[in-house]
Nanobody, 122 residues
Framework: QVQLVESGGGLVQAGGSLRLSCAAS??????MGWFRQAPGKERDFVAT????????DYADSVKGRFAISRDNAKNTVYLQMNSLKAEDTAVYYC?????????????????WGQGTQVTVSS
């Protein structure tokens, strides 16, 4: 049974930092991604990382502020979020691709976590 469990969300002031974690079980090591969904909006791409961690990609809105990484020994993916802004407020979802390659396309992701709320107060 595949499970993706996110943690690390919470309430933070603008300019602050949070680190999200996604613990995966029941699936082979593969490319992973983070997406986010604000109320009344679509689920948008945030960051992706390939199976080894050598290749990453980010949405323009988070480049230079967020960093995705992984620890394959722990089967865990992280999202370090710095210089947070009010517009970063959303539910953040971890997801696993159906294939091997990192992707910013939501349709390429097969498995999803339940999401973790991030709220940034201005």
């Amino acid at each position: 049974q595949v499970q993706l469990v996110e943690s690390g969300g919470g309430l933070v002031q603008a300019g602050g930092s949070l680190r999200l974690s996604c613990a995966a079980s029941g699936l082979s090591i593969r490319a992973m991604g983070w997406f986010r969904q604000a109320p009344g909006k679509e689920r948008d791409f945030v960051a992706t990382i390939n199976w080894s961690g050598a290749i990453t990609d980010y949405a323009d809105s988070v480049k230079g502020r967020f960093a995705i990484s992984r620890d394959n020994a722990k089967n865990t993916v992280y999202l370090q979020m710095n210089s947070l802004k009010a517009e970063d407020t959303a539910v953040y979802y971890c997801a696993a691709v159906r294939g091997s390659f990192a992707s910013n396309d939501r349709a390429q992701y097969t498995y999803w976590g339940q999401g973790t709320q991030v709220t940034v107060s201005s």
